[in-house]
Nanobody
């Protein structure tokens, strides 16, 4: 099993920046995808950004040009740099790890971290 530990959420004014981090508890050698999802009150969880172990990225249209996802495979960590934050970015942000094959194959989630953007 793999545990994911998130950090970096908080309260920020509109136009500000935050950086989220998510560390996996073990090294992962199989092909995998790490990403961030978010869920606002009363809404479904939605994809924010993903990055594969080969560093291919994907972003939701709503965050393109403002958010940047990156990873450090040596530290088993994925980051989400969020700039030009808007009140509509307010949500609980969840880290996700999908391992495609191997004995750790599966879908893992972090506990979530709150991001609140004030207007």
């Amino acid at each position: 099993q793999v545990q994911l530990v998130e950090s970096g959420g908080g309260l920020v004014q509109a136009g500000g920046s935050l950086r989220l981090s998510c560390a996996a508890s073990t090294s992962i050698f199989s092909i995998n995808v790490m990403g961030w999802y978010r869920q606002a009150p009363g809404k479904q969880r939605e994809l924010v950004a993903t990055i594969t172990s080969l560093l291919r990225t994907n972003y939701a249209d709503s965050v393109k040009g403002r958010f940047s996802i990156s990873r450090d495979n040596a530290k088993n960590t994925v980051y989400l740099q969020m700039n030009s934050l808007k009140p509509e970015d307010t949500a609980v942000y969840y880290c996700n790890l999908g391992i495609i094959a191997g004995k750790l194959e599966g879908d893992y989630w972090g506990q979530g971290t709150q991001v609140t953007v004030s207007s």
